[in-house]
Nanobody, 123 residues
Framework: VQLQASGGGSVQAGGSLRLSCVVS????????MAWFRQGPGKERAIVAA????????YYSDSVKGRFTISRDNAKMTVYLQMNSLKPEDTAVYYC?????????????????WGRGTQVTVSS
């Protein structure tokens, strides 16, 4: 399984970005997906997760109300719409595929990872 993330960039505070992650390879199982991020000097942390059906989602408190995760299984793609961006959102964002079909928030539940895309928010 391979994941290719895109859509990162540099924006000013208050701006928006939309990340995309395309999954390819042997994906016969139903899988949950998530976005994680890792800021400078910080550990990788969950941003948002979504179940296979899209009916269940999870958001970290820091992004709730500003970010929206969605997926299109026909396109094997997961999205992260990021609005009202803040400088503290600056990080490398990673998409990941879970071994479970739900919207799990634990990093240990994810087996496959993309290479990451940089998001930089300036004040």
């Amino acid at each position: 399984v391979q994941l290719q993330a895109s859509g990162g960039g540099s924006v000013q505070a208050g701006g928006s970005l939309r990340l995309s992650c395309v999954v390819s390879g042997d994906t016969s199982d139903r899988y949950g997906m998530a976005w994680f991020r890792q800021g400078p000097g910080k550990e990788r942390a969950i941003v948002a997760a979504i179940s296979w059906s899209g009916g269940s989602t999870y958001y970290s408190d820091s992004v709730k109300g500003r970010f929206t995760i969605s997926r299109d299984n026909a396109k094997m793609t997961v999205y992260l719409q990021m609005n009202s961006l803040k400088p503290e959102d600056t990080a490398v964002y990673y998409c990941a595929v879970s071994r479970y079909s739900g919207s799990t928030s634990s990093v240990e539940d994810y087996d496959y990872w993309g290479r990451g895309t940089q998001v930089t928010v300036s004040s």
